[in-house]
């Protein structure tokens, strides 16, 4: 087998390791409003300052994370997965708290109590996303072959969110709130440990079935070797350009995420519309999302990336139209509510799942071959290292992308109505899931128009023809970041 493509065992035990990250973020982010909005009682506003906490720890500890990854020679079990074993200890230690009613001694200070395992579980997470991540690029130089690690592990990251919603479906059904709107406090106790149990388990198959560098070519003259430092990619206008379409893809999703079951529950009405949909609605999107993850190596590698991306976006178009026009679709023409909400669950999933491995792909291009193990030059002393910075890159995406989605959810949040106007909620959750993923699907429709060619065929853009705008900006950024650093 050809030293550039990685051994299935291996690609298989990769992709796993983000498998508790993924079975915690679905939680977080489907579930934590209605956690601690009707469960633990505190006021909206303050039910999206926690989210916003947790969600700024993680940007700055992400970032944080990554720089540090970069810089570290040596670990207890590996450079890159020493981070993410340091971030698996923290997620289980913490995670559970995060999701269970303090003790009568602390209520007083219930908010103080979420704070700091909210903080532990942030840190963890983003340790583990890193570690995980920037072992990506260091597996292989093969395009193709990093875009279906990529979408291996998407495909991974949806299984988690579809055991969450399978086992929250089955939880909400046994414990007899399927015509209530509440979720009960044991549904989450119940959740969170099998969460902690299963993520635990799969983690000790990424430690033991994972090789952290697989073996790269030793002719390295025909390596498109890049040695890009921090402040290049900071020079570079393509880099900010892929950083936005990361952010807003995981915006669309992440807001889709947390605002599907308070949709369900505050929008739709309990006779036309079953309150299992709540666990159901989001395990559609997941199940479609699933299955779209399997052929986006082929779909990427015949489309091309910006094609590709296209067809996603629009599918999260049609979803937002049809949570909108719901109950005109019910009246005009008598399809069922139930019915709207699965097929905008569909669109929802082939459209985000594109759009993710698609933005993920961008960003693996834009790395490129900048991570090559040092020790295949060893034998040429004359030969300069390059610089490793796929860490740094996976944690300026992050970074935005964990920020943006804490201030939207914060922003919203201060602004919901829904405790002074109970009326004005059914409306208010409606806007939200139709209006603010299509606006900003159209706003990354517009970025990807300038994302330079050699991103679309994943060609190096050190080499691709730069516009004389393009040219003044990167002087200009040369000229700040010299003064400042």
């Known amino acids: 087998m050809d030293s550039d493509y990685v051994l299935p065992c291996r690609k298989f035990a990769f992709s796993i390791g983000h498998f508790l990250n993924d079975l915690c973020a679905s939680v977080w982010f489907s579930y934590s409003l209605v956690f601690y909005h009707r469960i633990a009682k ?29 810089r570290t020679k040596h670990g207890l079990c590996g450079k890159r997965k020493s981070w ?24 007083s200070s219930s908010f103080l109590y979420y704070t700091i ?21 260091e597996l292989t130089p093969k395009e193709d072959e990093r875009v279906a690690l990529n979408a291996y592990r998407h495909a991974w990251s949806i299984a988690a969110n579809i055991f969450v919603y399978t086992v929250t479906w089955l939880l909400i059904d046994n414990t007899q709130v399927r015509e209530n709107n509440q979720m009960n406090a044991n549904v989450f106790r119940i959740l ?3 969460i902690i149990i299963t993520g635990f388990c799969t983690s000790l198959i990424f430690y033991f079935g994972s090789k952290e560098l697989l073996t790269v070519t030793k002719n390295y003259k025909s390596l498109p070797i890049a040695s890009r430092s921090w402040r290049e990619f900071f020079m570079d206008s393509q880099f900010y350009l892929i950083a936005l379409i990361w952010m807003l893809t995981r915006v669309i999703s992440n807001l889709s995420q947390v605002y599907l079951p308070l949709y369900i529950m505050d929008t739709t009405d309990v006779s036309q519309v079953n309150r299992t949909l709540i666990a159901t609605g989001p395990l559609c999107v997941y199940v ?27 599918a999260v178009l049609l979803s937002s139209f049809l ?5 005109f679709l019910n009246e005009k023409f008598g399809i069922s509510m139930h ?78 109505p ?24 159209i706003v990354t429709l517009f970025v990807l128009t300038s994302v330079g060619r050699g991103h679309t065929r994943g060609e190096k853009m050190q080499y691709s023809i730069i516009s004389l705008w393009n040219r003044l900006v990167q002087r200009s950024l040369k000229v700040i970041l010299t003064k400042i650093v």
């Open 418 to 441: 829904c405790s002074v106007c109970p009326s004005c909620c059914p409306l208010f959750y409606r806007r939200i899931l139709s209006f603010l993923p299509g606006i900003l699907t």
């Open 288 to 314: 479609t999302g699933f299955i779209t993850s399997f052929p986006m190596r082929t779909v990427n590698q015949y489309l091309g990336r910006k094609v590709t991306m296209v067809v996603g976006l629009g």
């Open 84 to 107: 993410h074993l340091l971030g698996v200890i923290c997620v289980l230690s913490s995670f559970p708290f995060c999701f269970r009613l303090p003790n009568d001694t602390l209520l």
């Open 339 to 416: 019915l709207i909400i699965l097929l905008g669950t569909i669109l929802l999933g082939v459209g985000i799942t594109t759009a993710q491995i698609t933005s993920s792909a961008f960003t693996s291009d834009l790395i490129g071959q900048n991570t090559v193990n040092s020790t295949d030059f060893a034998f040429d002393k004359k030969k300069i290292l390059p610089q490793e910075t796929g860490a740094f890159v996976y944690g300026t995406m992050t970074f935005l992308d964990k920020l943006a989605n804490g201030l939207a959810i914060a922003f919203i949040q201060q602004y919901n």
């Open 117 to 137: 395992f909210i903080l532990i579980f942030q840190f963890g997470w983003a340790c583990s996303q890193i570690g995980h991540l920037s072992m990506l690029n």
């Open 192 to 194: 969170t440990n099998i």
């Open 323 to 327: 949570f909108w026009y719901i109950f």
């Open 42 to 70: 505190f006021s909206n506003s303050s039910a999206g300052y926690l989210i916003l906490i947790g969600q700024i720890a993680d940007a700055i500890a992400t970032t944080l994370v990554g720089l540090a990854s970069d």
